[in-house]
C-alpha cells in the first residue's frame, strides 16, 4: 500500500535560518503530494500541492518540488520565522488525485526560536 | 470564523459506551470525510461521503458509523468504546469528492479519550 516517510518528530531551527522537512513516499499509482500545517488549537490547512514532476510549488514563502525519481516532495523556505513553528504533514493521494483518501505522513513538529 | 465546526472539542468517554462525534461545513462542499490521529500514528482515513452517501470505508470495525442527515452534516457515531479508540477524530470536506483540484478542508478536530 501508500505510504509517506516524513522527517522525525522535533525539527529545532533558529529564526532566520532555512527550512527542510524531508518527505519521501512510496505508492503503486500516479501521485499528488501535499503539505498541510496545523498551528497548535487549529484545524490542519493546505500548504502545497503538486502532481508535476520536477516543477517548483510555491506559497506563503514555503517551496517544495516533486521529484518522482526519487519519489520526494520536501518542503523548504529560506528564512524561517517565528511563526512558522506548527505540525507539518506530508500526505499523498491516489491516482485520482482527490481528497478522497490521502495517505499521511506521522507529522514533523517545526519550532522556531529567536 | 471556523467553517468545519466539530463538537465537542473535547470528550472523555468509559469503555462501553457511545459517543457521537458532530460535523458540521459551511464551506458549501459536496464530500466530507472523517480521519483519526491516535498517539504516534499518522492521521488515516476512515470514510467519505458525497452528496450524503458513502463513497469509501477504510474502517474494519461497525463499532464506527457515519451519520449524514443534511449534506453539511457528517458525525460519526461510535459504540462499545474501547480504550483503543482514544484518538483525535477530524472531520474534513472537499468541493467535490475525487478530481485533482480538490483540496481538503480539515475541523479542529475532537479529542476522545476512553477510560
Known amino acids: 500500500g501508500d505510504s509517506v516517510t516524513q522527517t522525525e518528530g522535533l525539527v529545532t531551527l533558529t529564526e532566520g535560518l532555512p527550512v527542510m522537512l524531508n518527505c519521501t513516499y512510496q505508492?503503486?499509482?500516479?501521485?499528488?503530494l501535499f503539505w498541510y500545517v496545523q498551528h497548535l488549537n487549529e484545524a490542519p490547512k493546505l500548504l502545497l500541492k503538486s502532481s508535476t514532476d520536477n516543477k517548483r510549488t510555491e506559497h506563503q514563502g514555503f517551496h517544495a518540488t516533486l521529484h518522482k525519481s526519487s519519489s520526494s516532495f520536501h518542503l523548504q523556505k529560506s528564512s524561517a520565522q517565528l511563526s512558522d513553528s506548527a505540525l507539518y504533514y506530508c500526505a499523498l493521494s491516489d491516482s485520482t488525485g482527490g481528497a478522497d483518501r490521502l495517505t499521511f505522513g506521522k507529522g514533523t513538529q517545526l519550532i522556531i526560536q529567536p | 470564523d471556523p467553517k468545519i465546526i466539530q463538537k465537542p472539542k473535547y470528550l472523555v468517554a468509559v469503555t462501553g459506551s457511545e459517543k457521537i462525534l458532530i460535523c458540521e461545513q459551511y464551506?458549501?462542499?459536496?464530500?466530507m470525510y472523517w480521519y483519526r490521529q491516535s498517539a504516534k500514528k499518522p492521521l488515516e482515513f476512515m470514510f467519505s461521503?458525497?452528496?450524503?452517501?458513502?463513497?469509501d470505508n477504510q474502517t474494519a470495525s461497525s463499532r464506527f458509523q457515519p451519520q449524514s442527515s443534511k449534506k453539511n452534516h457528517l458525525d460519526l457515531q461510535i459504540t462499545a468504546l474501547k480504550p483503543d479508540d482514544s484518538a483525535t477524530y477530524f472531520c474534513a470536506s472537499s468541493r467535490d469528492w475525487g478530481g485533482d483540484q480538490n483540496t481538503l478542508y480539515f475541523g479542529a478536530g475532537t479529542r476522545l479519550s476512553v477510560l
Open positions: 505508492t503503486a499509482y500516479s501521485t499528488f
Open positions: 464551506l458549501g462542499h459536496n464530500a
Open positions: 461521503y458525497s452528496y450524503q452517501k458513502l463513497m
